[in-house]
């Protein structure tokens, strides 16, 4: 069974650092890609950042680009997300999701986590 | 690209046909899916490549379109679809969502 559980959501002030973690299992992680989707309180979802099986391509939402960093270490089964310069606007629930495919595009998001929240505010 | 999802919210009754449309700003070929979400819940894969069901997903779901026009349609909708349903894109990064529909219980 395929499971993410991810971890290191909190609540921080604004312009400090946060990294969350995923933790996946039930599957060979390093044969996928993974993604990050966040969903603000009561509003949307939003795609956050993606990144291809070996970490080869990366690519990130204009929202969050130059502030956030996506990572993998395919020998613990973990994603990572290191956030920067954290704003109120980045307030939101942070869900780790796999990917059908090792690419990050051109196939679909399988699996979701249960998601961990952040809270940038003073 | 963008992705307009319409309508943004609809009441329906059991039974009833609802039908769901997401417009691409640029062709996406087929690479289009949709996803169901229920309050305090992770979205749900529902629709992939535009038209191919989920293993799982009820036959009342489906999917069709290609290029820049998608539609999901609930044949005959059940109390346990009143949910919010996304569009995604994943022709190209930046991958993006639309909007969502929100059904709700007439």
Not at chain 1, 3 to 17: A, D, K, T, W
Request: with cysteine.
């Amino acid at each position: 069974e395929v499971q993410l559980v991810e971890s290191g959501g909190g609540l921080v002030q604004p312009g400090r650092s946060l990294r969350l973690s995923c933790a996946a299992s039930g599957f060979t992680f390093d044969d996928y890609a993974m993604h990050w989707v966040r969903q603000a309180p009561g509003r949307g979802l939003e795609w956050v950042s993606g990144i291809s099986w070996n970490s080869g391509t990366i690519a990130y939402a204009d929202s969050v680009k130059g502030r956030f960093t996506i990572s993998r270490d395919n020998a613990k089964n973990s994603l990572y997300l290191q956030m920067k310069s954290l704003r109120p606007e980045d307030t939101a629930f942070y869900y780790c999701a796999k990917d059908f495919g090792s690419g990050g595009w051109r196939d679909h998001i399988d699996y979701w986590g249960q998601g961990t929240l952040v809270a940038v505010s003073s | 690209i963008q992705l307009t999802q319409s309508p943004s919210s609809l009441s329906a009754s059991v039974g009833d046909r609802v039908t769901i449309t997401c417009r691409a700003s640029q062709g996406i070929s087929s690479y289009l899916a949709w996803y169901q979400q229920k309050p305090g819940n992770a979205p749900k894969l529902l629709i992939y490549v535009a038209s191919t069901l989920e293993s799982g997903v009820p036959s009342r779901f489906s999917g069709s379109g290609s290029g820049t026009d998608f539609t999901l349609t609930i044949s005959s909708l059940q109390p346990e679809d009143f949910a919010t349903y996304y569009c995604l894109q994943l022709n190209s990064y930046p991958l993006t969502f639309g909007g969502g529909t929100k059904v709700e219980i007439k």
